[in-house]
Nanobody, 121 residues
Framework: QVRLVESGGGLVQAGDSLRLSCAAS????????GGWFRQAPGKEREWIAA????????FYADSVKGRFTISRDNARNMVYLQLNNLEPEDTAVYYC??????????????WGQGTQVTVSP
């Protein structure tokens, strides 16, 4: 069992940056691939990034490629999502997730509770 807790969300203006953090506890996070998702009001949850256990490979949705960066620190049991050049369309609740494989679907085994990101024009 892995417990995930996100932090770092907030209210920012378009063009600003944020770094979201996800703290894992329970089992060593190095045993899991990490993923980030988001869900905007009235929309389905959307996969946006994934990272392999060793961080050798990262994957991004086209909607965030070039603006968002996923990373991890296995020594600290952390996974991060750097959000740059934010747009109002990025407003959503952001979730981190853990799984044996870095999936691009929402079939992850473990989920955090989410952190709100709001981007004003």
């Amino acid at each position: 069992q892995v417990r995930l807790v996100e932090s770092g969300g907030g209210l920012v203006q378009a063009g600003d940056s944020l770094r979201l953090s996800c703290a894992a506890s329970g089992r060593p996070f190095s045993n899991y691939a990490g993923g980030w998702f988001r869900q905007a009001p009235g929309k389905e949850r959307e996969w946006i990034a994934a990272i392999t256990k060793s961080a050798h490979y990262t994957f991004y949705a086209d909607s965030v490629k070039g603006r968002f960066t996923i990373s991890r620190d296995n020594a600290r049991n952390m996974v991060y999502l750097q959000l740059n050049n934010l747009e109002p369309e990025d407003t959503a609740v952001y979730y981190c997730a853990a799984n044996d494989e870095p999936l691009t679907t929402d079939l992850y085994d473990f989920w955090g509770q989410g952190t709100q990101v709001t981007v004003s024009p």
